[in-house]
């Protein structure tokens, strides 16, 4: 996002904290809820178009959320849409992106309550693994002709009672249809993101030969806490190719280290003295 729409988000996921932070208001139905509108404006070109039209006063948008959405989902959820729709979007699409975003947000929120966002984020780590590997599942749901409540059911028979309601609830969002055209992957990768950001750290993804110690990756994330500036939430696969060293990859970052790596380079190395 660019311009007047990262600036209304920027603002709105400041007022989602504060709405994290007072008593009495459910998390989780306001994630449910801003997922359902997205879901809608998704759907439905010309309400996402009139809902971020900045000609159109604030409080036309809010008597035509009023007769779509006032029995639809809850008051907290209702006013909080009615506050986005009143500030300005560069273009419609940014609004349905902003929602699924707050949305995901809200979920996180709820898991940092419960102490739970460490094995949300696990649960996104290790499906996105799963879904890197395992092509007739993604190809299934990145069927943009499929419909969403397929993608649902089959994320409910593959994950019910393995992964929590909020990691089921934040890996549908991944696989559901979007303004953006994007892959399951990517999507997960940018919630996890979403995640680092709500505890001000990076995310980096480790790759090792053999199962760390617990005081190995403490070192690690000490050492790439000083190279990045920031706290490193760690997660880890085991891939026995690498045969030694460890890969790491922060966002587009990638630093190997890995004696597959370094063998590969002195092969090369090799064949052009050869």
């Given amino acids: 996002m660019l311009g007047a729409s990262r600036t ?4 709105a996921r400041t007022r989602l904290a504060q709405l ?26 010309p309400l996402r178009r009139a809902l971020a039209d900045p000609s159109t006063a604030p409080e036309a948008k809010a008597a035509l959320l009023d007769g779509l959405l006032g029995q ?11 506050e986005l729709v009143g500030a300005r979007w560069s273009r419609p ?5 902003a929602l699924e975003t707050l949305a ?8 940092l309550v419960a102490g739970t966002l460490d094995e949300v984020e696990d649960d996104l780590f290790r499906f996105a693994r799963i879904v890197e590997r395992e092509g007739a599942l993604r190809e299934a749901l990145e069927d943009d002709w499929a419909a969403d409540d397929r993608k649902r059911a089959l994320l409910d028979s593959l994950l019910a009672g393995k992964v929590g309601p909020i990691s089921l609830r934040v890996i549908t969002a991944a696989a559901l249809v979007s303004v953006r055209r ?29 199962e760390p110690t617990p005081e190995q990756l403490e070192r690690l994330g000490e050492g790439l806490a000083r190279v ?21 990859r ?9 004696i597959a790596r370094r063998l590969d380079i002195a092969r090369r190395g090799l064949a052009r003295t050869g």
């Fill in 228 to 248: 990045f500036g920031k706290k490193m939430g760690l997660r880890v696969e085991v891939d026995p190719q690498i045969l030694g060293g460890v890969v790491v």
């Fill in 20 to 45: 994290g932070e007072q008593q009495g208001v459910d998390l989780d139905a306001l994630a449910n809820d801003l997922l359902a509108v997205a879901g809608l404006l998704v759907r439905e070109l």
């Fill in 250 to 258: 922060v966002g587009d970052q990638v630093l190997d280290g890995s």
């Fill in 182 to 210: 994007r892959n399951v992957h990517d999507a997960l990768e940018q919630f996890s993101r979403l995640a680092a950001e709500l505890r001000e750290r990076l995310n980096a993804r480790v790759t090792v030969a053999v």
């Fill in 72 to 82: 639809r989902v809850g008051s907290a959820a209702l006013d909080f849409v009615k």
């Fill in 8 to 11: 209304s988000l920027g603002a």
């Fill in 93 to 97: 699409s940014d609004l349905a992106d």
């Fill in 104 to 111: 995901v947000l809200a979920s996180f929120e709820q898991a």
